[in-house]
Structure formats: structure tokens, C-alpha cells
């Protein structure tokens, strides 16, 4: 089974562009669809993002969609998660996440449960 490692997170102010990544080890990455989810402070976690294992397709939560990128490379095991024109309200623990499988896609958003491996989790901090 794979693990995951989050890297990337700060504090930017509003408008601006972050990127985090996911750094996989430990098994076949390619094997695994992957996703991104966040927990705003406060709040439960939620869908964000998630993509295929051979990353042709991609899935966005409506709140983010259009403004951020997921994106992943299996020859250095990363999924990433670009994020443009960031908002206060995009703020919380943003945690990688991955399934050998669930196929990719927006029901992530209520299997989270039933995800099979979680990374720490990285702080994202939008605020002025």
C-alpha cells in the first residue's frame, strides 16, 4: 500500500496562485486513482478534486472548478493540485488522497469514507 506526503501549503493572500503536492511511496501509484480533498477550520472535510489512475479525466468539487488543476505524473509517483485565483474561503488542511478501487470521480465526494489511504494533510492559508 502506498503512503502519502502533502508538501507545498503557506499562506498567500486572496487572488494569488499555490500549488501543493503529493508525493506517493511504497507501492504502484499508477495503480491507485487520487484526489484532493480540504477541511476548512472547523468544518468536515470535503471533496475538492480527484483524477483517473492514467490521468486522462478529471473531477472538480463546483466551488473550485475552473480555478484549480489537478494533475498527476505516475514516472515520479505526484499528484498535484494547482490553485488560481484563491480565496479566503479556500482556506483549511488540504489532504491527499487514494484509492487502488474506487475509480476517480465527484462521488468521492461521498465515499470519502471508504478512501483506503490519506496523507497528512498541509496547511493552505488564504488571507490578506
Known amino acids: 500500500q502506498v503512503r502519502l506526503v502533502e508538501s507545498g501549503g503557506g499562506l498567500v493572500q486572496p487572488g494569488e496562485t499555490l500549488s501543493v503536492s503529493c508525493a506517493a511511496s511504497?507501492?504502484?501509484?499508477?495503480?491507485?486513482?487520487a484526489g484532493w480533498f480540504r477541511q476548512p477550520p472547523g468544518k468536515e472535510r470535503v471533496f475538492v478534486a480527484a483524477?483517473?489512475?492514467?490521468?486522462?479525466?478529471?473531477y472538480y468539487a463546483d466551488s473550485v472548478k475552473g480555478r484549480f488543476t489537478i494533475s498527476r505524473d505516475n514516472a515520479k509517483n505526484t499528484v498535484n493540485l494547482q490553485m488560481n485565483s484563491l480565496k479566503p474561503e479556500d482556506t483549511g488542511v488540504y489532504y491527499c488522497?487514494?484509492?487502488?478501487?474506487?475509480?476517480?470521480?465527484?462521488?468521492?465526494?461521498?465515499?470519502?469514507?471508504?478512501?483506503?489511504?490519506w496523507g497528512q494533510g498541509i496547511l493552505v492559508n488564504v488571507s490578506i
Open positions: 488522497a487514494a484509492d487502488p478501487h474506487l475509480p476517480a470521480g465527484k462521488s468521492w465526494s461521498v465515499l470519502i469514507s471508504y478512501l483506503e489511504v
Open positions: 511504497g507501492g504502484t501509484f499508477s495503480s491507485y486513482a
Open positions: 483524477i483517473t489512475r492514467n490521468g486522462t479525466s478529471t
